[in-house]
């Protein structure tokens, strides 16, 4: 069972990209909380602030005009926004935070072996030192995250490599340093069903062996059910939805969390067409007053266009922010899918 003290807080973070053209206010005062050895996925469209946001824990954001206005990060207690660039990359970023990427062949040096890269978290943060050790460290970490014959793969290229074990070999890069935190963004939408059970049979394996906090970024909502234990749905920059996955699943309370849960597929179920959502999410250069999804939403009030709903508590450990949860309202659409 996770601990019940938090491993990560984030408080009102708040990330703008300063453009010529205007503030794209990418992340707008998001609250997340995530306990050692939980899971959370993070999930919403494409340009909802989810890669953003955890490239804002990260602190690797865009140098030409990324920045955190305001907020908090707490990784064991330390705010990370008043930590040095220097401490940052030396002590906290690949050492108590990893990253696992998108697509393994963009993470990876194709002129430099696996083993090389693997091994660059040893001998970065002085984990093992000499060249055998680090050898052995790496064949360790390779087992680790199944990879056959890992002492005879240490010297090959990534384009030697299937794309699961690319994607392997990166997740041994970022649980090479034991990190207290692992953010995973879209670790399996370049894998086909086979390898995507396998990668979550292996998050699972390593979380229960080192008990460390997962961040799950997914488009796949398969996937977020198989592997995390609770949900943040984002749109246009903010948290619209949070509560634990089965809830989401069985019973969303923000309708664009009912949308993307009834866009899904199910088997047995004809339809004449897919349902889809209509319209696009706002311009976060000069985003709506009042609730960001309202335009695109069939049950949207005069209400939700003149101010921004507050989060409210709809069960136990479960949030919306849409007026149609507040008390006396009540919610017209039901659940959608269950988990």
Avoid at 55 to 60: C, F, M, V
Avoid at 239 to 264: K, S
Wanted: glycine fraction near 8%.
């Amino acid at each position: 069972m996770p601990d019940t003290a938090p491993l990560l807080r984030v408080e009102n973070l708040t990330t703008h990209i300063f453009l010529k053209r205007g503030v794209v206010r990418a992340v707008d005062g998001i609250d997340l909380e995530l306990a050692a050895g939980e899971t959370l996925g993070i999930i919403g469209e494409s340009g909802s602030g989810k890669t953003m946001t955890c490239l804002s824990i990260l602190r690797l954001l865009p140098k030409a005009g990324g920045r955190i206005v305001a907020g908090r990060v707490l990784l064991d207690g330390t705010d990370l926004t008043q930590v040095s660039e220097a401490e940052m990359a030396r002590d906290w970023r690949g050492r108590r935070i990893a990253m696992v990427s998108q697509d393994p062949l963009t993470a990876l040096n194709p002129v430099f072996t696996i083993g090389d890269q693997v091994g660059g978290p040893f001998r970065y943060h002085h984990l093992a030192r000499g060249r055998a050790a680090v050898r052995t460290a790496v064949t360790a970490v390779l087992r680790r995250v199944r990879i056959p014959s890992a002492e005879t793969r240490l010297d090959d290229y990534p384009h030697q490599f299937s794309g699961g074990m690319r994607q392997r070999a990166v997740i041994g890069m970022a649980i090479a340093s034991v990190p207290r935190l692992l953010i995973a963004d879209e670790p399996t939408s370049n894998l086909d069903v086979t390898i995507q059970v396998q990668m979550i049979e292996l998050f699972r394996d390593i979380q229960r062996e080192t008990g460390l906090g997962i961040i799950l970024i997914t488009h796949d909502l398969g996937v977020a059910a198989s592997l995390c234990d609770r949900i943040a749905v984002m749109y246009a920059g903010r948290i619209v939805e949070t509560g634990p996955v089965r809830a989401i699943y069985r019973n969303p309370a923000h309708p664009y969390t009912q949308a993307l849960l009834a866009a899904i597929p199910h088997l047995g179920q004809k339809r004449a067409r897919l349902l889809a959502i209509q319209g696009q999410p706002p311009s976060l250069i000069d985003p709506p007053a009042g609730c960001r999804f309202a335009a695109r939403c069939a049950q949207a009030m005069p209400r939700c266009a003149e101010a921004y709903p507050p989060d409210v508590a709809v069960a136990t450990d479960h949030f919306a922010a849409c007026w149609l949860a507040q008390p006396g309202q009540g919610n017209a659409v039901q659940g959608t899918a269950a988990a």
